[in-house]
């Protein structure tokens, strides 16, 4: 149980296009879904906690009309990274949690910006 | 600001012999803390938790230890096997469900 996936697995594109990654909790009803960075050999850094049907939380430093994040479904939530730029590549990944504090984390998505 | 961070950023453990890692925490606040293993390219994967009302938690060859008066946290693997060779992050949270990671453990088991 608590399965938690991600769309892609990665991705390469070019400086200027944006970028949709899917977060899909497989096998409970997420409340909450938490988006996350991780730089190389670095911790993992939250961007952004959504609850389904209102709009994301953003921690400080993380701008939100570039990192686009929906979270449509008790089960689904996608992050747009508009307009991305080689700065922007990094390992994102979402997790997951429902009706207690534990989150589960997605496999994560490497997005390189050439 | 407070964080949570951990006091060395590697171990090296004799196959079958136990680990132990460390982890330090400055927010008084935090009353849930958890245990993440990342293997490279993969998401974090839960491993266990404890809330600040325990101070000691076993699971599967894991036992995970909250000492809240010098706010410290560890986590003991037993028999380390190949498998268990991973980047280890503690997590703290406080009520509002956002975990604050620290900077991270990397284990490597030598055969």
């Known amino acids: 149980g608590a399965v938690v996936s991600q769309h892609p697995s990665w991705v390469i594109c070019k400086s200027g296009t944006s970028v949709k990654i899917e977060c899909r909790s497989l096998?409970?009803?997420?409340?909450?879904m938490f988006w996350y960075r991780q730089f190389p050999k670095q911790s993992l850094m939250l961007m952004a906690t959504s609850n389904e049907g209102s709009k994301a939380t953003y921690e400080q430093g993380v701008e939100k009309d570039k990192f686009l994040i929906n979270h449509a479904s008790l089960t689904l939530s996608t992050l747009t990274v508009t307009s991305a730029h080689p700065e922007d590549s990094s390992f994102y990944i979402c997790?997951?949690?429902?009706?207690?504090?534990?989150?589960?984390f997605g496999p994560g998505t490497r997005l390189t910006v050439l | 600001g407070e964080s949570v961070g951990l006091h060395l950023p590697t171990l090296s453990v004799q196959e079958g012999d136990n680990s132990i890692i460390n982890c330090a925490y400055s927010?008084?606040?935090?009353?849930?803390f958890i245990w993440y293993k990342q293997e490279s390219g993969k998401g974090p994967q839960f491993i266990i938790d404890?809330?600040?009302?325990?101070d000691k938690r076993q699971g599967q060859r894991v036992t995970v230890l909250l000492n809240k008066t010098v706010k410290h946290l560890s986590l003991q693997i037993a028999a380390t096997q190949p498998g268990d060779s991973a980047v280890y992050f503690c997590a703290e949270s406080s009520n509002d469900y956002k975990l604050s990671f620290g900077a991270g453990t990397t284990v490597t088991v030598r055969a």
């Open positions: 997790s997951a949690a429902g009706q207690g504090d534990t989150q589960y």
């Open positions: 927010n008084s606040a935090s009353d849930y």
């Open positions: 096998d409970f009803q997420a409340t909450t």
């Open positions: 404890i809330r600040s009302n325990m």
